[in-house]
């Protein structure tokens, strides 16, 4: 019975819930799919076709919108068709803008004619002629496509599909079937360059520095990849390269496994090379490069750079193979025998950095270093330079290195080994210290900068010459104390009182066996600053006299050394001393120091000059100290600085009084000068000049260097680089010894340089020679397609030479 009744009511309910369903499913059809705003709404046809004018709105119960200037709704269709003006968005952020639209609701297919942009949700720009777009399928096709991505590259095709599932974009030519031909391919175009003037032109119109024309190029968003069917490579719209098949990262992409360009190299001493690097992305923080250079006359060399980066620390692993030569010895060009040594050849490079906390204090810093060549000309020879090697390397070196501080509390471990790559000879090719160990505290007591610092330091300096140092000491600088009633003169009082115990073996100019000294240092330094101003604050001179006292008892044992005065000496607590042997007797430093600066109206400096020059009295010869730095005398020799800054982008908007904002590489010079005169003013023994000069078009930088009585030496640097308004660049350098009247090395380059492309010519001569090394002559021609990085490089040096 209960069953009966229980069946009648579950009838009764689903009766009830089909009429329900057709109610609603009336009621639903009746009401409009899109709801229609508008200035204008006109009902014709039964209320079936409805039209709407001036600044329309369709909005339906999904969130999809249509906004035109007009939108004629056809319910009985289920259309929608818009005139003028029309916009297109859906609900997950895509956007689509056209002349007219026609919407077939049933089909969900929208057609979008003249002016049409497609944006999607990526902000990437296509436009087309004429563009379909099906809702149900995410898919799209369009004719006459030119699009702006956002990562700055631009493409071209006549037909182009747009498929947001797969999240591919397909380009293609109208005859698929076509026949190839190399200066003029059934034509798709894409390019990295940036639109930088955006011309609404073709990319081949726009000439464009490079780009790549195709039968049929596919971007898959996902990966992040281009692929090209008969890709085409054109500088400056000019067919260069070809292949049946190419791919590539698109421009977002930083880090994809691949091959990277390959290049060509004529060694002077080797022959011709080939280098083909291979990239590989190992994890998001690891990562391998590895080169093969293949050399047509000589054994191969394989080079690898490992990389990785973890949390707290990263480090590097840069080695090298080569069998060695085939053949041992070699005459040059000039008839001249290059001596080579046998054996396989190989480098090894382990760097490490890492971060941690509470080991010794709370934070520490670890650094490791491993640094192995087999050969100490192998990297010069083949010319090997990566991140982390350099091929004019002169000392290799390993260490293990600890900085663990808290505060003003440091505690610092090392131990180092250094092998010096000039020379063969084992008692001066090595030296090491094992170990260093140092502690310091800095604080503030009594208006004075305290240091206290403990140190052990065990080092052999080659050969049998040993070193070990146990020392302890104070450091104190006080606060500037200004006296206003002596108009400004201020001074800083300075001490170092330090107890070293050391042990030398075999050391020069130091004393033998077991030793212990204690020093104490006092020094006192004043200044009578003297400012001037003009009314409005835009221009000051400061003129700065100053005197150093200083007082260290006992006695000191002869510096060997070369060094020469400068002008940082004339005001140090230890001149060219040592901590174990400083500086002894009274001395006196004593300059003078200029400066004058003239500022713009938002108060930047754009003229700064400095003048300063100095001397060292004492009160009787100290003949221990180094013979070519006068310090020996009752009278050093006079050394000082000048320096001379001038920006003229600042300067020249100072004079419009704006608010420019400029600097040095705008256009400006700068010029530093370190000298030494004798001190009876009759002989210049040192001039050291720096100057750059740059403006928009033009860089010049120079250095010219010379000693008399302190070592003869005079050589000049010079390098010069014009810009020009079409991107081209030229270059060219020099560097000469003038005492010898030797030409070291010598280059000219031209290269154009633009956004997304560069191409040069180089040409350089050096002049270095030693075993297995001989002059270079190299020629070389490099072409940088900038995403891809690396560039193409074939050797032209061939070009310059004729046979006898």
Same mark, same amino acid.
């Given at each position: ?32 799919? @899109? ?18 004018? *001036? ?13 035109s200037n007009e939108i004629i709704y056809d319910k009985k269709n289920s259309t929608i068709k818009t005139n003028g003006d029309s916009i297109y968005l859906d609900n997950e952020g895509n956007k689509l803008l056209a002349d007219t639209f026609f919407y077939d609701l049933n089909s969900n297919i929208i057609k979008a004619k003249? +002016? ?11 436009? @087309? ?36 599932? /797969? ?26 360059? /940036? ?75 080797? *022959? ?26 000589? +054994? ?42 046998? *054996?396989?050849?190989?480098? &090894? ?10 080991? &010794? ?14 050969? $100490? ?19 290799? /070196? ?32 090595? =030296? ?16 004075? =900068? ?25 450091? &104190? ?6 006296? /206003?009633? &002596? ?11 330090? =107890? ?53 008892? *006992? ?163 010079? =390098? ?37 492309l560069k191409i040069g010519l180089s040409l350089t001569k050096k002049f270095y020679k030693s075993e297995d090394v001989n002059t270079s002559k190299n020629f070389i021609l490099s072409i940088t397609l900038k995403p891809f990085g690396s560039p193409v490089a074939p050797n032209l040096t061939s070009l310059l030479t004729t046979? $006898?």
């Open positions: 019975m209960n069953n009966k009744f229980l069946n009648k009511i579950i009838s009764i309910l689903f009766i009830f819930f089909v009429v329900s369903l057709n109610l609603l499913g009336a009621a639903f059809a009746e009401n409009p799919l @899109f709801e229609i705003r508008a200035k204008k709404v006109t009902y014709t046809n039964n209320n079936n076709l409805i039209i709407a004018t *001036g600044s329309a709105e369709a909005t339906n119960e999904f969130g999809k919108k249509i906004f003249k +002016n049409v942009k497609y944006i999607d949700i990526a902000a990437n720009e296509f436009n @087309f002629s004429y563009f379909e777009y099906n809702e149900n399928l995410e898919y799209g096709i369009g004719q006459d496509f030119i699009a702006s991505l956002k990562d700055e590259s631009s493409a071209e095709s006549q037909i182009a599909k747009i498929d947001n599932k /797969k999240a591919f974009t397909t380009m293609q030519s109208k005859n698929q079937k076509g026949y190839f031909n190399f200066f003029k391919p059934n034509v798709n175009y894409y390019t990295t360059c /940036k639109n930088l003037k955006k011309s609404s032109g073709s990319i081949q119109e726009r000439c464009t520095d490079w780009s790549i024309t195709s039968q049929k190029t596919l971007h898959d968003k996902n990966k992040k990849m281009l692929y090209h069917d008969h890709a085409v490579v054109r500088l400056r719209n000019i067919p260069v390269f070809y292949t049946p098949y190419f791919s590539h990262p698109d421009p977002s992409v930083k880090r994809m496994s691949g091959f990277l360009p390959p290049s060509t190299k004529n060694f002077t001493d080797l *022959g011709r090379t080939i280098k083909t690097p291979y990239f590989w992305v190992i994890d998001p923080n690891r990562d391998l490069t590895f080169t093969p250079i293949f050399y047509l006359d000589e +054994n191969s060399i394989f080079l690898s750079e490992y990389r990785q980066q973890n949390n707290n620390s990263n480090f590097y692993v840069d080695s090298s193979y080569s069998k060695g030569y085939r053949n041992l010895n070699k005459i040059d060009n000039d008839g001249n025998l290059i001596e080579r040594t046998s *054996g396989s050849r190989n480098h &090894l490079f382990f760097g490490f950095t890492g971060k941690y906390d509470n080991l &010794l204090l709370v934070e520490n810093d670890l650094n490791i270093n491993i640094q192995r060549i087999s050969q $100490k000309n192998y990297l010069k020879v083949n010319q090997i330079n990566t991140e982390f090697v350099k091929e004019d390397a002169s000392t290799l /070196k390993n260490n293990i290195h600890l900085n663990s501080y808290t505060g003003n509390k440091r505690i610092e471990l090392e131990t180092s080994i250094y092998e010096s790559l000039n020379t063969d000879a084992r008692n001066t090719k090595y =030296n090491y210290t094992i170990p260093s160990i140092t502690y310091s505290n800095y604080f503030r007591k009594y208006n004075q =900068n305290i240091n206290f610092s403990n140190s052990f330091v065990a080092k052999n300096l080659g050969g049998d010459s040993n070193k070990t140092n146990q020392a302890n000491s104070i450091t &104190l600088t006080s606060d500037e104390k200004v006296y /206003k009633i &002596l108009d400004g003169v201020s001074n800083v009082f300075k001490g170092t009182l330090s =107890n070293i115990n050391y042990y030398n073996e075999n050391i020069a100019g130091d004393k033998e066996n077991f030793n212990s000294d204690a020093n104490i240092i006092f020094g006192l330094q004043n200044a009578y600053p003297l400012i001037k101003y003009n009314d409005n604050y835009s221009k000051e001179q400061i003129l700065t006299p100053k005197i150093f006292s200083k007082y260290t008892p *006992g006695e000191m044992n002869k510096i060997t050394s070369n060094e020469v005065i400068n002008y940082q000496d004339i005001y140090s607590m230890n001149r060219k001393g040592s901590m174990s042997n400083p500086e002894r007797g009274f001395s006196v430093g004593y300059g003078l120091e200029y400066e004058i600066n003239k500022k713009s109206t938002d108060n930047e400096v754009y003229m700064n000059g400095k003048f300063s020059a100095g001397q060292v009295l004492r009160n009787k010869k100290l003949k221990e100290m180094p013979t070519n730095s006068s310090l020996a005398e009752t009278k050093s020799h006079f050394a000082g600085e000048a320096s001379f800054y001038l920006n003229n982008s600042i300067k020249s908007n100072n004079d419009e009084q704006n608010n420019f904002s400029g600097n040095l590489e705008d256009q400006g010079i700068k010029i530093d000068y370190k000298y030494i005169v004798t001190n009876s003013l009759n002989k210049i023994l040192k001039n050291d000049v720096g100057l750059t000069y740059l403006n928009k078009k033009n860089e010049f930088k120079g250095v010219y260097y010379e000693t008399h009585d302190l070592g003869n030496e005079q050589y000049i640097d010079l =390098n010069y680089t014009r810009k020009f308004d079409n991107l081209l660049n030229v270059s060219t350098g020099i560097r000469k010894n003038l005492e010898t009247q030797f030409t070291e090395s010598n280059f000219i380059d031209m290269y154009y340089d633009s956004d997304c046979k $006898k």
